[in-house]
């Protein structure tokens, strides 16, 4: 029989189901846990709150799950990897060995840290030796935002990981380690794959992509027949068991909720997809044209046939730097004529707004329940909306203009349309802009710098 | 851009509600939509008359520019709205400000489809 490995996925995102790592752990069989915390905006989010106490910068979340699960992952010999570590890998590391010693785990837990993605020490002197680091969509060089740079880190892959596996660790911490390297480092550790097996590394990166968001493939925001998905109160969060030549099969726990199935995989797959033909990672580059699914019993989808092609010479950058502020202020108008009275009421706003002399990069006006994700694709507003709900978002390089739009909003209850509530909230909070710079920069730049240590708790 | 061939005599136009599924996300200011056809004997026909200019003009005034690009193994397009997320990330002020719910704003778009098979999706409950 060929050895087989279970790469479970808990977490798709900072911020997702808190018992899902908890119940893969507990129901039933699983050789890693693979907690993929880190989204583009989340670095920035992780920055602002390193910039407020340099002990934060990490997914605060991970420790204590971590205390939930530990004793069960040190008795049954699971490995847990994770990009938790955000921008300060090292402290969320140490935030785990202090939770093994609360446990009385000493010598139990080994703590994998990876470091070497943050480039943000670096920088000057990156740029200095010619590394214009340009935006990959608008062609700006670096320089020009350079002093607004709050943080800088390569997109790193599974290299590290395997080497902390190697070295014993059953708990990989990370900062920017691709989502999808957190699967396919066990893969290549556990069957021995070449870094330059193309097709396997491309099958591995493609089992990472398609649990790297949780449940979203196994039932989660399934759009086709959503309303005969049962059991999403405990939703099976997604188990891969690859085996050694590439093939995998996409399942889940008994006796959970959801669907694994070829509609609810393929929905993931195309998730946030670019070019099939080449989708881009550190380790290699995965054709999504060459995947094959079938379905291989309830909740088992085959996926086989996997090609890939060779790695670039390049690695992307993920760079956060702050832009401006924003806020955004919401107002409910009731039946009759929901829709009219929420458009006098912009109207008002942004005359006062204009008398006020604020200026704004942008302001940008929605009514929800009126064609405020479609647009004109919505069709005309209902006459008879039982409500519609103004949203109206500003957008501005200096914060005065920001705070003084937040106390806009309320007045418009005593000073403009009737029939109008949803206020309770308050003022709407002014919001730091941390914007994305995504650039390219020679893998030989950051590859040196990668660094693995072993902490023993 | 290849013109539709064999067309058959009558149609119906027909919202992709009733041919596909699809699922949408973002890198920056682009938006994607992976358009699955709900059965693979409807993929020939999405792959034929979900072209990438009905696409863009589908989405005119909304996104800056379309990309097509074919899946046959996974009965599926994908398309990439350029300029759709008002810059995206943290900058938009946008709802939608991550394009999650593009996909369902693409299935809005109507295609002719022949009459007979037409009349029996828009009667198969999903």
């Known amino acids: 029989m060929t050895r087989t490995v279970r790469v479970a996925g808990g977490q798709g995102f900072w911020g997702d189901w808190l018992e899902a790592p908890v119940r893969q752990v507990q129901g039933g069989p699983i050789d890693y846990l693979m907690l993929d915390y880190l989204a583009e905006v989340t670095m920035s989010i992780m920055q602002k709150q390193k910039s407020r106490d340099p002990r934060m910068g990490y997914a605060r979340d991970f420790p204590p799950l971590m205390e939930r699960i530990l004793p069960d992952v040190a008795a049954r010999g699971i490995r847990v990897t994770s990009n938790a570590g955000g921008v300060n890998p090292r402290g969320c590391a140490e935030a785990v060995l202090d939770a093994a010693r609360r446990l009385n785990l000493q010598g139990k837990v080994r703590v994998g840290l990876v470091t070497g993605d943050d480039i943000l020490e670096r920088l000057d002197d990156l740029i200095a030796r010619g590394h214009e680091l340009r935006d990959m969509d608008t062609g700006r060089p670096l320089a020009d935002i350079r002093d607004k740079v709050l943080s800088a880190n390569a997109y790193i892959g599974m290299a590290p990981i395997v080497e902390a596996l190697a070295g014993g660790a059953n708990v990989v911490v990370t900062g920017r380690v691709t989502d999808t390297g957190l699967t396919l480092g066990p893969l290549v550790h556990e069957f021995g794959w070449r870094a330059d097996d193309w097709d396997r590394i491309a099958a591995g990166t493609i089992a990472g992509h398609v649990i790297e968001c949780g449940a979203q493939c196994s039932g989660g925001n399934l759009m086709k027949g959503w309303r005969s998905v049962k059991g999403m109160a405990n939703p099976g969060f997604p188990i891969v068991e690859a085996s050694p030549d590439g093939t995998f099969i996409v399942t889940k726990h008994p006796n959970t909720g959801g669907v694994v199935s070829v509609a609810s995989v393929t929905e993931q797959l195309v998730y946030e997809m670019g070019d099939p033909h080449a989708y881009i990672t550190p380790d290699g580059v995965a054709d999504f044209t060459s995947v094959r699914l079938a379905q291989a019993g309830r909740d088992r989808v085959r996926v086989s046939g996997i090609r890939?092609?060779?790695?670039?010479?390049?690695?992307?950058?993920?760079?956060?730097?702050?832009?401006?502020?924003?806020?955004?202020?919401?107002?409910?108008?009731?039946?009759?004529?929901?829709?009219?009275?929420?458009?006098?009421?912009?109207?008002?706003?942004?005359r006062r707004l204009a008398d006020l002399g604020l200026e704004f990069d942008q302001i940008l006006t929605e009514y929800v329940g009126a064609g405020a994700t479609h647009g004109r694709l919505a069709g005309a507003p209902d006459p008879d909306a039982p409500e519609v709900q103004l949203r109206v978002g500003v957008r501005a390089r200096e914060r005065a203009a920001v705070e003084r739009f937040t106390?806009?909003?309320?007045?418009?209850?005593?000073?403009?349309?009737?029939s109008v509530t949803g206020f309770a909230g308050g003022r709407p909070a002014v919001e730091e802009i941390v914007a994305y710079w995504p650039a390219l920069i020679d893998r030989r730049e950051i590859e040196p710098h990668v660094h693995v240590e072993i902490l023993t708790a | 851009m290849a013109l539709p061939s064999k067309r058959p005599a009558r149609t119906e136009a027909l919202q992709l509600r009733y041919v596909a599924h699809a699922r949408s996300g973002d890198k920056g200011d682009t938006a994607n939509v992976g358009l699955i056809a709900l059965e693979p004997e409807l993929y020939p026909l999405l792959a034929r008359e979900v072209t990438r200019a009905r696409v863009a003009?589908?989405?005119?005034?909304?996104?800056?520019?379309?990309?097509?690009?074919?899946?046959?193994?996974?009965?599926?397009?994908?398309?990439?709205l350029h300029g759709a997320l008002d810059g995206g990330g943290t900058i938009s002020l946008k709802t939608d400000a991550q394009g999650k719910v593009y996909s369902t704003a693409l299935l809005r778009m109507e295609i002719p489809v022949p009459a007979a098979l037409a009349r029996r999706l828009r009667r198969t409950p999903r």
Do not use: C, Q
């Open chain 1, 308 to 350: 890939g092609g060779p790695r670039t010479d390049m690695l992307k950058v993920s760079i956060a730097y702050f832009y401006g502020y924003k806020a955004v202020g919401t107002l409910v108008y009731s039946w009759p004529d929901a829709y009219d009275k929420a458009r006098a009421a912009d109207r008002i706003l942004r």
């Open chain 2, 57 to 80: 003009r589908h989405f005119r005034g909304i996104v800056s520019g379309v990309e097509r690009f074919e899946l046959p193994n996974l009965h599926a397009l994908n398309f990439l």
């Open chain 1, 407 to 418: 106390r806009e909003i309320a007045p418009l209850v005593l000073t403009g349309p009737p």
